[in-house]
Every structure is written in C-alpha cells, then in structure tokens.
T-cell receptor, first 113, second 113 residues
C-alpha cells in the first residue's frame, strides 16, 4: 500500500506570493491533517479534514487555508507569504476521524525569500 | 502556550544501554499519548502509544510510562541500538470524533556504537 504522498518536496517562493501544497493520503484513509514544523517548535497543528469538511483548526492566521476533495486528497494554501512561513509542512492521514494514530508523508519544505 | 513539553533537545546514549526520553504536559483533558520517531528527510512514524487509563504500555524494546498525577510520560528504549538515532516526538490528543493532536518540540537521540 502506498504511503502518504506530498508534492512538491521542495519549494522556494518570495514574500507576498501564494503557494499550494498537495497531499494524497493512504488509500482508504479519509482523515487528513496538516502540520507546520519549524526548528525548536515541534509540529504545530494547522487543520484536519474529514469527508471534505474541516473538522478542526489550529491557531494560524486566515492566510492558511485548505480543502479536501471527494477522493480524500487534500491541498493546503498559504497566501501572502511571509518569511516566517518558511518551514516543513507535513500531511498526515488516518483511516477515520477520531483515530489517534496518524501516518505522515515526508513533507514539503517551503523556503520564503 | 506549550501544552506538551520535551525539555531535553538532545540525548546521547551508548549502544546497549537504556535511553529514557521524557515529556511533560499541562492539559488534563488529554486522553491519549503517542510517541513518533523521525529520521531526516522522512515524515514522523508512529512508535508506541498509551491511553490515559493505563500507566504502562510495552512493545518489544519500547516501553511508555504514564504518570497522570505528575502529568509526565517517558519512553524507555532497551537496549538502545544505533538505528534508534532519530528525533523522537511526544504527542497528546483529546476529544472524540474530531480531535487535535499536540506535539512536543522533539528530542534528538544519538546512540553511539
């Protein structure tokens, strides 16, 4: 079974631009969560999607948004990029909502210049 | 507001010895705790978990201990192997249906041969 796939793996953008990251969960998994990892901060929860609906949201500004499609694939969008948005963005999937164990992709490393 | 804290950024252990990684939390609502391991250029992978109604869970060389009164959990690796060298994240979650998972900042474990 293929794991969680995130594209692209690396991305370089400049301040003010917007970016879209993609995540394909494990086949059959319907819950997708997004995290931001920065040095010394661990993984910060962005949001969780299940059945195309956002079920939970972390404490991030409205510039961060996401969506989930009917095939459970998810996208995350960051508008008006700031230097502080440089981070590793991780996507995780689980079979159903309420499943504590999550399966992570390798992440997309975003650098904002 | 760091609800999950891993106060040791790094730990160095000799091969064959015990590795003890610690984690403290502040939110009494957490009902499930997990440990994830992360190698460079890979996403975190689930290692072991424990429900808040238990105080110990064991899986091979890995044992997690939970002390609810102290709001403290620890991961013991015995015996430690060079392949265990990685970053270990402690995580805590709560809720039913939709839930949030809060991660610590991680502890980098070095196992010396």
């Amino acid at each position: 079974k293929a794991g969680v796939t995130q594209t692209p793996r690396y991305l370089i953008k400049t301040r003010g631009q917007q970016v879209t990251l993609s995540c394909s969960p494990i086949s059959g998994h319907r819950s997708v969560s997004w995290y931001q990892q920065t040095p010394g901060q661990g993984l910060q929860f962005l949001f969780e999607y299940f059945s195309e609906t956002q079920r939970n949201k972390g404490n991030f500004p409205g510039r961060f948004s996401g969506r989930q499609f009917s095939n459970s694939r998810s996208e995350m969008n960051v508008s008006t990029l700031e230097l502080g948005d440089s981070a590793l963005y991780l996507c995780a999937s689980s079979p159903r909502q309420g499943q504590h164990i999550q399966y992570f992709g390798a992440g997309t490393r975003l650098s904002v210049l | 507001d760091q609800q999950v804290k891993q106060n040791s950024p790094s730990l160095s252990v000799q091969e064959g010895r015990i590795s003890i990684l610690n984690c403290d939390y502040t939110n009494s609502m957490f009902d499930y705790f997990l440990w994830y391991k992360k190698y460079p250029a890979e996403g975190p992978t689930f290692l072991i978990s424990i429900s808040s109604i238990k105080d110990k869970n064991e899986d091979g060389r890995f044992t997690v201990f939970l002390n609810k009164s102290a709001k403290h959990l620890s991961l013991h690796i015995v015996p430690s192997q060079p392949g265990d060298s990685a970053v270990y994240f402690c995580a805590a979650s709560w809720g039913t249906g939709g839930f949030k998972t809060i991660f610590g900042a991680g502890t980098r474990l070095f196992v010396k041969a």
